[in-house]
């Protein structure tokens, strides 16, 4: 019966690929070959990664040379591909066949190319597979590996993360008696984003050396304490006895702690970016092979979270885009151990959400599209609680993604009014409420869940309504959550990961001249303190306004206009988080 299925398979094939033609087809042809000989050894066991390690050595490390403009050519060609499909597309160079054919494709070839893939057999399930993401990861670490070791020299760190170091670090006191800790700032340490707390946590099963318990213990009391000032809801505290159990999630959230370390302690540098790319190749590894069982559905989310973490903070010296992560939520969610209740799962779909609404819908719609509606699952728990590390609900959450989704959709504009209109009413009508909050806390608490969904109403009113600045309801709330953002502390106790970047990014997307200058500051002070993503926020704001000089608003509707700021931001490999 298999075989006659595979027989039925392959003629389908055969018949689709008589419509080929020329270069196009040999092409085809290739990946059909990568496509069968991948399927002769189930679960990636005892393949031979020579074809594509050398591959992604040249995406890792693209060639200078002017003479090889055709390869670098086919090198930004087959990363867009892996951003626009997932990693997994690189595994159809195993036999070192398709990329020196792609290169003597033109641009229209390259689309008519990948629009034909999913004829062949096993190309959709190879890219959606976690496991193809998850070990092509595990390669990038093995060839930054190879390289790092036929070095005469350790890689260096990125300048700007060399700047950040050298401005953050001054001598400080001993942070505990041990002689072998390591000395932090303490300006960072009470201000910023990396706290000194105390925090009752048992974690003996986490730490099994002298830098594992380093590292550990920062991540308890440095790292985690800051993402969040509703200690009762700290995810990041709550998933330790997951990694005590799943040496994917124990590696990668000693990888975090190292990455955070490396930057910023003034000795040991390499010690700790050492130990950063070894934890990481670790959990890569271990999560390839956790993916494998269902009943490993609650480990892998820890792990995934961590990673997504990890690349969101350290996106200048990732291999490869966080979103890779994500996107092994849509295969872990039809599981039967997944929980619409996971707050891992809520934290990528989060990132995800957000990260859209700086998305042009032509780059929206080209990437596999995302079911989301397990984040206001009725099993999901009170659907208006304040996460303790997000600082929205999860309904607020779930009411951007329909906005977005709303804009990417080809339908009537009386049919898009409607659905907005319904968006805006639920909108209105939100209650938010932390948990457990009492005091300055509750106060922060609501703050910033207030200026999400201020932020969410803007979006709604500009992307879907195409409401321009000018129009007073923008301008009525446009000037409410300006006032809501510079209340909420930026330093301090209450300064947390829970700040809402995104609210800020929606301010500066509908702000005027005046407004820039303050709420570029505000970022900048917050980056000069902090290890983060802002750092690759403001050029973007930058860009928005660039384009609002040249385009100012004729009136107070101007439909589409979102979607140009959009597409006059220059292109990013790795897709910009807002979370």
């Not at 959450?397 to 080809?410: E, I, K, M, S």
Request: with cysteine; net charge neutral.
């Amino acid at each position: 019966m298999a075989a006659a299925v595979h027989s039925k398979t392959r003629k389908g094939a055969v018949e689709n690929r008589s419509q080929i033609e020329g270069k196009i087809g040999k092409a085809y042809d290739a990946a059909s070959d990568a496509l069968e000989h991948l399927a002769q050894t189930p679960n990636f066991a005892r393949i031979d990664f020579t074809y594509v390690d050398r591959m992604l050595a040249r995406i890792v490390d693209p060639p200078t040379d002017a003479k090889q403009k055709n390869g670098r050519r086919g090198i930004s060609m087959i990363k867009q591909w892996m951003l626009d499909e997932g990693p997994g597309v690189i595994l159809l160079e195993v036999l070192g066949q398709l990329s020196w054919r792609l290169v003597d494709l033109k641009g229209e070839e390259i689309d008519t190319f990948r629009r034909v893939l999913p004829w062949l057999p096993g190309y959709s399930a190879l890219v959606k597979d976690p496991r193809s993401a998850a070990i092509v990861v595990e390669r990038i670490h093995h060839v930054r590996e190879s390289k790092r070791s036929s070095s005469p020299a350790s890689t260096p760190r990125s300048e700007q993360y060399r700047e950040n170091t050298s401005r953050h670090h001054s001598p400080s006191s001993e942070r505990s008696s041990r002689s072998s800790s390591p000395n932090w700032d303490t300006c960072l340490s009470s201000d910023g984003l990396v706290k000194m707390f105390p925090a009752t946590v048992q974690c003996r099963g986490l730490w099994r050396n002298e830098l594992e318990r380093d590292l550990v213990d920062f991540y308890i009391h440095s790292f985690a304490p800051g993402r969040t000032f509703l200690q009762k809801n700290n995810t990041y505290l709550d998933l330790i006895p997951v990694a005590e159990k799943s040496e994917g999630a124990r590696s990668a959230l000693l990888s975090l702690s190292a990455s955070y370390m490396k930057d910023y302690l003034s000795s040991d540098v390499t010690r700790y970016q050492e130990a950063d790319h070894n934890y990481m190749v670790q959990a890569i590894r271990s999560l390839s092979k956790d993916l494998m069982f269902d009943e490993h559905t609650q480990s892998c989310l820890v792990t995934e979270m961590l990673l997504v973490q990890h690349g969101v903070v350290n996106e200048l010296d990732a291999d490869v885009c966080w979103t890779c992560h994500i996107d092994m939520l849509d295969v872990l969610q039809q599981r039967s151990g997944f929980e619409a209740s996971s707050e891992p799962a809520l934290f990528m779909g989060y990132q995800y959400v957000l990260a859209m609404t700086a998305q042009p819908v032509t780059r929206i719609r080209a990437r596999k599209p995302k079911q989301l509606d397990w984040i206001v699952d009725r099993n999901a728990g009170n659907l208006e609680h304040i996460c303790g590390i997000l600082g929205l609900s999860r309904r607020l959450l779930y009411l951007v993604a329909c906005t977005t989704n709303l804009a990417t959709q080809d339908i009537s504009n009386d049919e898009k009014r409607v659905q907005g209109e319904a968006i805006a009413a639920q909108l209105n009508g939100i209650q938010q409420w932390p948990e457990d909050a009492t005091g300055e806390a509750l106060d922060v608490a609501m703050q910033t869940a207030m200026a999400y969904c201020l932020a969410a109403r803007l979006y709604l009113l500009c992307r879907v309504f195409g409401a321009a600045r000018s129009h007073p309801s923008v301008i009525e709330t446009h000037e409410e959550l300006y006032q809501l953002i510079m209340l909420l502390p930026s330093d301090g106790t209450f300064f947390t990961g829970l700040y809402p970047t995104w609210s800020i990014f929606i301010l500066a997307a509908t702000c005027n001249v005046a407004r820039r200058q303050p709420l570029y500051r505000l970022l900048q002070a917050i980056d000069e303190r902090n290890k983060g993503n802002i750092s690759t926020l403001l050029p973007c704001l930058v860009k928005l306004w660039t384009w609002h000089d040249v385009n100012p608003p004729a009136g107070h509707w101007s439909k589409g206009w979102w979607e140009k700021m959009l597409d006059a931001v220059p292109y990013r490999a790795k897709i910009l988080s807002l979370g």
